[in-house]
């Protein structure tokens, strides 16, 4: 692994250490917290579509999944919260192997559409089953509890989801330097040579599918928590394209350009918030120009132009 990764994983750190004190008040710390959410949803994420180069437009689905998991097991059934996330990253993980092997069978559009599908069904599911998940109004969500302690401040939550997302960004770096990542870049790069070379293209697409939908259900958990509360939002189609979005913004098979993208386009409808009625355009806009003048994202475009490897 190049010395310069270990380098950016220390400024992250350095950077998540100093943030909470350099923030002027909650509101930045709260948007501070959305973003490493975010990056750490998106992170999962980038290892199926930037580096495996399969396309997922239901992730928000396992999101959901996750969410509601910690929302229905401890208010309907007094499960621990912490037993109540685990069991919903166990069920994402094996709906996502379930249907991962018929999925992939499918290729390009086909397969956008039938991970698109997927992600409209869970969210279907979450509003329809009202007697358990309040339906379209959504429930609350109890306090997350840690050895005895609670956790309620912002601050708290701060520090718990800071060491996710650099357990996360440690996780995804060693994973792409292992034989399992130059699986996923030899899949990603031609199918057909990566079975000539003996590589097992099915069982490595379902293994980072499940994977990244395991992250995507912690993270739902993590974020029900923080917020005290879950709607069918957390599945929305619309949230899917959002995180697809900022795999692409920041820059595929790149773990900091995921991170970038997450910042970028977490803290960008805030700054815009000012045009009034215009925001939606502006953003737009500004999306178009990041395609058009960084086509590879924001990090690999950079890194290609000024000669430095990530």
């Given at each position: 692994m190049q010395k310069n990764v270990y380098f950016g994983l220390l400024i992250v750190i350095a950077a998540l250490l100093v943030l909470p004190f350099a923030v002027p008040n909650s509101f930045y710390l709260d948007l501070v917290i959305r973003m490493a959410i975010n990056a750490t949803i998106v992170l999962g994420l980038n290892l199926l579509i930037g580096f495996a180069g399969q396309i997922s437009l239901g992730h928000a689905g396992f999101l959901g999944i996750g969410a509601y998991a910690s929302a229905v097991l401890p208010t309907h059934f007094g499960w621990h919260p912490l037993l109540a996330m685990l069991a919903g990253a166990v069920a994402t993980g094996l709906l996502a192997a379930l249907v991962a092997r018929p999925i992939f069978k499918l290729k390009g559009h086909y397969l956008a559409m039938a991970t698109l599908g997927l992600g409209i069904i869970i969210n279907i599911a979450l509003r329809n089953e009202a007697q358990w998940t309040g339906g379209p109004d959504g429930m609350p969500v109890s306090a997350m509890g840690?050895?005895?302690?609670?956790?309620?401040?912002?601050?708290?939550?701060?520090?718990?989801?800071?060491?996710?997302?650099?357990?996360?960004?440690?996780?995804?770096?060693?994973?792409?330097?292992?034989?399992?990542?130059?699986?996923?870049?030899?899949?990603?790069?031609?199918?057909?040579?990566?079975?000539?070379?003996?590589?097992?293209?099915?069982?490595?697409?379902?293994?980072?599918?499940?994977?990244?939908?395991?992250?995507?259900?912690?993270?739902?958990?993590?974020?029900?928590?923080?917020?005290?509360?879950?709607?069918?939002?957390?599945?929305?189609?619309?949230?899917?394209?959002?995180?697809?979005?900022?795999?692409?913004?920041?820059?595929?098979?790149?773990?900091?350009?995921?991170?970038?993208?997450?910042?970028?386009?977490?803290?960008?409808?805030?700054?815009?918030?000012?045009?009034?009625?215009?925001?939606?355009?502006?953003?737009?806009?500004?999306?178009m120009g990041f395609m058009i003048f960084l086509p590879r994202g924001i990090v690999p475009t950079l890194a290609a132009k000024f000669g430095k490897g990530e």
């Open positions: 840690l050895f005895g302690f609670e956790l309620s401040s912002d601050k708290q939550w701060y520090w718990v989801i800071a060491a996710l997302l650099v357990a996360s960004i440690w996780t995804s770096l060693n994973l792409i330097d292992s034989p399992f990542g130059r699986a996923l870049r030899a899949l990603h790069g031609s199918e057909v040579a990566s079975q000539v070379v003996g590589v097992d293209v099915v069982r490595y697409k379902v293994a980072i599918f499940v994977l990244s939908a395991v992250f995507a259900s912690l993270m739902g958990s993590v974020t029900a928590h923080y917020i005290g509360f879950v709607s069918p939002n957390f599945a929305d189609f619309f949230h899917s394209i959002e995180l697809v979005t900022m795999v692409v913004v920041g820059g595929m098979a790149s773990v900091y350009g995921s991170l970038i993208g997450a910042i970028l386009l977490t803290a960008l409808p805030q700054a815009l918030a000012t045009f009034e009625g215009w925001e939606t355009v502006v953003f737009g806009a500004i999306l």
